[in-house]
């Protein structure tokens, strides 16, 4: 028995059994001195997974030193000529001072490849101001997405015509200059793209890549990038493998204070060690963006940060760099190919857990931009945003999509996810304004190809979130009617993005081949290249679309049968639905006009949709009549942001009476479309920063400061200033300037009031109205913003300390009382009154007002000519019968005009009821709510509405 035991003890076990038994022993160890949650936790967990190390149980044979670098003592650099290097780490066969790597070429190689460099290049003679301006259009145009070059760097080098140094050489300016030259708008310098590219290809090849070297890696990067936008992805990712690789090969991936010798050429200062650091993110970065442009694995992995994400890089680059690092984990812990090894229900558990944590991971990101990189939609910039800031944002939206269509309409292995269709619908709608933005700084066809795969993955979000129109099964069969082809939305979204992509087309093949593909998909057969999308009539007559609650269907009949009466002929769908309108059909040449598809919103609100206007009745089309007007176009998909106007092309005052002059300016095109800007307050005041609603290539643009208002004199009078004078002073103005009708009069609070008391004493000069935070000077108007049962309940302290100004008695009635005081013999009685009205003004005057707002309340002339004028107006009704304006027999003077009103759903200065009860009295205009927005014209998605407005009515035709 003891023999056998010896025998069966000296037998030795197959290294699979010592595995297993050295594994079992590791468990069993650290399950013994573990709590029992833990024991439970180390016994189910998975047993092909690393085990965490027990430390307490470890020995060390003999003493070992705490000091220096462990990363240093392990890694092997070899140095060369500038820029030339190999980089050996610690599972290399070549250890440190152990073994000696082979040697690279010497240096009389080197400079026999940059005489032939320098050679071809002699040979070729360009002219250096060619590739000056290539190298331009590549700083400005295409850096953003070519951060691995850096900037200062190379152009130091390029500047001091070292063409062979560390961050310069000739195969890289040639790779540049023929990015630059794509976009350079020079149709000379366009034809040298593909042969600069040829050249530097050319360079590169005949080293034979023998030499690997910082330059090397950016011209391959950049090669690559010339071939991914002309459509040849797998050079590209030939030629972005083979630089990822090189840089690997030079140590980038490693941080340059553990690589660096005493005795390297290449790193000689903290200097060189930023440049490095900024190559290295920099290819980071790229690598991710066209792993997940293209769905590819990555080629640099996140090394746990070997290189730090140093401050001294630019504030772009860090944040790409951080946004790249969650691509990587999207890419290789959502879509890895290692993760269909799980069973069917692990991996959609899996990547439903991974989606939400990624989500907010973006979200995270996102909102944690520094003030400097940040664009919303919704928020204006006064400054130019730099391409980067897009760029980064774009990227951005690009990865919220990627992550979350598959979950939209899942396949196998995905689950649906509804918020992921949002959160898609959204980014879409992000990446198209991005692109306007972007648009209104240089043309879109000069963007780097990132901005382009980023409309190509709109693209694709489109068809993952609605239905194919070739479906045979209706979206209501279905039960999905929100995710009809048909919905306007989608119209505005597919002309929006395929606009761009056809624009871009002549300088980025791929884009075209989108374009035709969403084309067909949607069965979108042509584009106009106007501002607005319009598909012919006949392609739609039998267009389904969802009105209200009802199935509509526009056919031959229903056009005949339920739509021909005798009231003005206009259709449309009901403003909740939003979608759709209509012209009449039947009338002569008929066929030559061309029907809109707007957007609609998600939200079961109105977006984008133009009041229907009478055009004419049927006896009137019998009789062969042309329509006296056309409808309203609004391009939602048109630009957004503020427009930019020059100088004033006018300045000067007119005098309306002995005692006033009014101060007016002109802004835009001298001989465009009269535009009337009317401001608020009463009291308020005109600035050039009045005219961003206006497209300033359209509109003749007419700024002037009502009677005592800003520049107009005398400031502050109360003489011979009432709501009739204002009225007739327009007027007045109109005839002066020799306008004969305006083409669009545009008011915000008061100044809605007096656009709709002007409209009504003149209808027939004006064209249409826009107006924003509705007021008509009613009773009730005046107690909601200034007594104690409106906005008062909203702000109980800041009306508390409004009304502490005030006695006892004088709080019964605060305007009248606050009129007194702003009229009083002593001046300090005056300015403190005129103090308190405006800070209440400036409270509720905003959702969340700003600390440079409440900075006016410094400026005493604007205090009293604010606080005066207005408390002026209000104690005497406006000198109007209340209710005047909702009146219908005044209401029916402008049924014609085209208006549209736009209300902060919050607004506290004039009550949302108001613009309510205008919009019933007046069904034919067009109200718009803005979530989220109160009273001022800057509130989020009001200053949008307003542009938009302005850009719908300035094709509209009046006769």
Avoid at 78 to 100: A, D, L
Avoid at 557 to 573: F, K, R, T
Wanted: hydrophobic share 35%; glycine share 6%; charged share 20%.
């Amino acid at each position: 028995m003891k023999r056998f035991a010896a025998i069966a003890f000296t037998h030795v076990a197959p290294a699979p059994q010592v595995a297993q038994t050295v594994y079992f022993e590791m468990r069993t160890r650290g399950a013994g001195h573990a709590s029992e949650s833990e024991r439970d936790e180390l016994l189910n967990a998975d047993e092909h997974a690393l085990p965490h190390p027990q430390l307490d149980f470890v020995t060390v044979d003999g003493d070992f030193d705490y000091t220096g670098s462990s990363r240093r003592s392990t890694m092997n650099m070899r140095s060369e000529s500038p820029g030339t290097s190999s980089f050996y780490g610690p599972t290399s066969v070549y250890p440190k001072e152990i073994m000696t790597p082979p040697s690279l070429p010497n240096a009389s190689y080197h400079t026999l490849e940059r005489w032939r460099d320098a050679r071809l290049h002699e040979s070729l003679r360009f002219n250096h101001e060619n590739f000056t301006k290539a190298l331009v259009c590549f700083f400005k145009y295409q850096h953003p997405q070519c951060m691995y070059i850096q900037r200062g760097a190379f152009l130091r080098d390029y500047k001091n015509l070292d063409y062979n140094s560390r961050y310069c050489s000739y195969p890289l300016l040639y790779a540049a200059c023929s990015l630059g030259a794509k976009v350079s708008g020079d149709s000379q310098l366009y034809q040298h793209a593909d042969f600069f590219s040829h050249v530097s290809y050319e360079m590169i090849s005949k080293r034979s890549l023998e030499s690997p070297h910082l330059t090397m890696v950016q011209t391959l990067l950049c090669l690559a990038f010339s071939e991914l936008s002309q459509g040849r992805n797998p050079k590209g990712w030939m030629l972005s493998g083979m630089a990822f690789r090189m840089a690997q090969d030079l140590g980038l991936h490693q941080d340059p204070r553990f690589v660096a010798s005493d005795d390297d050429t290449n790193i000689q200062d903290a200097r060189d060690q930023e440049i490095r650091r900024h190559i290295y993110w920099g290819c980071y970065a790229m690598d991710k963006m066209q792993a997940d442009d293209d769905d590819n694995t990555t080629g640099i992995p996140d090394l746990d940060e070997n290189v730090e994400l140093h401050q001294l890089l630019s504030s772009s680059l860090l944040q790409i760099a951080e946004l790249s690092k969650i691509i990587e984990i999207v890419l290789s812990h959502v879509f890895s190919t290692k993760m269909i090894k799980k069973s069917r229900k692990d991996l959609v558990m899996t990547r439903l857990a991974r989606l939400e944590e990624l989500n907010l991971r973006l979200f995270r990101w996102h909102s944690a931009l520094p003030e400097s990189l940040t664009w919303h939609k919704w928020i204006q910039r006064t400054d130019d945003l730099h391409s980067n800031t897009l760029i980064m944002h774009v990227l951005y939206h690009s990865t919220l999509i990627s992550l979350n269509r598959h979950f939209i309409q899942p396949t196998p292995g995905f689950a649906r996810r509804s918020q992921s269709k949002e959160i898609c619908l959204s980014s879409i709608d992000n990446i198209i304004a991005i692109l306007r933005h972007y648009q209104t700084q240089c043309p879109l066809s000069r963007g780097p190809i990132v901005l382009i795969y980023g409309t190509i993955m709109a693209a694709t979000a489109l068809i993952f979130t609605y239905e194919s129109p070739t479906t045979p099964t209706s979206s209501k069969e279905s039960g999905n009617s929100n995710d009809s082809p048909q919905e306007p939305e989608l119209d505005y979204q597919v002309t929006a993005i395929i606009k761009m992509l056809e624009e871009v087309s002549p300088t980025y093949p791929p884009a075209r081949e989108a374009s035709l593909r969403l084309k067909a998909y949607f069965g979108v057969s042509s584009v106009r290249k106007d501002r607005h999308q319009k598909q012919p009539i006949q392609a739609l007559r039998n267009r389904s679309i969802d009105a209200g609650s009802a199935e509509m269907q526009y056919s031959e009949s229903a056009l005949d049968e339920q739509y021909w009466s005798q009231d003005p002929v206009a259709m449309w769908s009901s403003m909740d639905a939003g979608i759709l309108n209509l012209m009449p059909m039947d009338w002569p040449g008929a066929d030559d006009y061309e029907l809109l598809i707007i957007r609609r919103g998600r939200r079961k609100s109105v977006h984008g949709v133009p009041s229907p206007l009478y055009l004419l009745t049927e006896s009137e089309l019998r009789r062969g009549l042309q329509p006296k007007s056309v409808l309203p176009t609004f391009d939602t998909a048109a630009r957004m942001v503020p427009y930019s106007h020059g100088p004033a092309f006018d300045e000067g005052f007119l005098s309306v009476s002995s005692l006033h002059a009014l101060h007016y300016e002109q802004y835009g095109k001298v001989d465009g479309k009269p535009a009337l800007f009317l401001h608020g307050g009463p009291g308020g005041s005109t600035s050039q920063s009045n005219t961003i609603y206006f497209n300033p290539s359209v509109y003749r643009v007419v700024l002037f400061d009502q009677r005592g208002a800003g520049r107009s004199t005398p400031s502050a009078e109360i003489q011979e200033n009432t709501t009739q004078h204002l009225i007739q002073d327009i007027e007045a103005l109109r005839k002066h300037l020799q306008i004969a009708k305006w083409h669009l009069v545009f008011g915000g609070s008061w100044g809605s009031a007096l656009a709709l008391l002007y409209a009504q004493e003149y209808p027939q000069y004006v064209g249409s109205l826009v107006l924003r935070g509705i007021c008509t000077v009613r009773k009730a108007e005046l107690e909601w913003s200034r007594g104690s049962a409106g906005a008062a309940r909203i702000y109980p302290d800041a009306y508390q300390k409004f009304l502490s100004f005030l006695s006892g008695v004088e709080r019964e009635d605060p305007i009248k009382s606050y009129y007194k005081h702003l009229l009083s013999s002593d001046r300090d009685t005056r300015v403190a009154a005129a103090r308190e009205w405006n800070r209440w003004d400036l409270t509720i005057g905003s959702l969340a007002p700003s600390h440079e707002a409440f900075s006016k309340l410094d400026d005493e002339k604007w205090l009293l000519t604010h606080a005066t004028l207005e408390a002026h107006y209000f104690a005497h009704g406006a000198w109007i019968e209340d209710g005047q304006i909702l009146r219908p027999q005044n209401v029916d003077k402008i049924r014609h005009i085209p208006a549209t009103l736009i209300q902060g759903r919050y607004d506290i200065i004039c009550a949302p009821r108001t613009a309510w009860d205008l919009h019933q009295a007046w069904p034919e205009s067009r109200l718009i709510w803005v979530a989220a927005a109160g009273h001022s014209a800057k509130e989020p998605g009001i200053e949008e509405k307003l542009i938009e407005a302005c850009d719908g009515y300035a094709d509209l035709a009046f006769y």
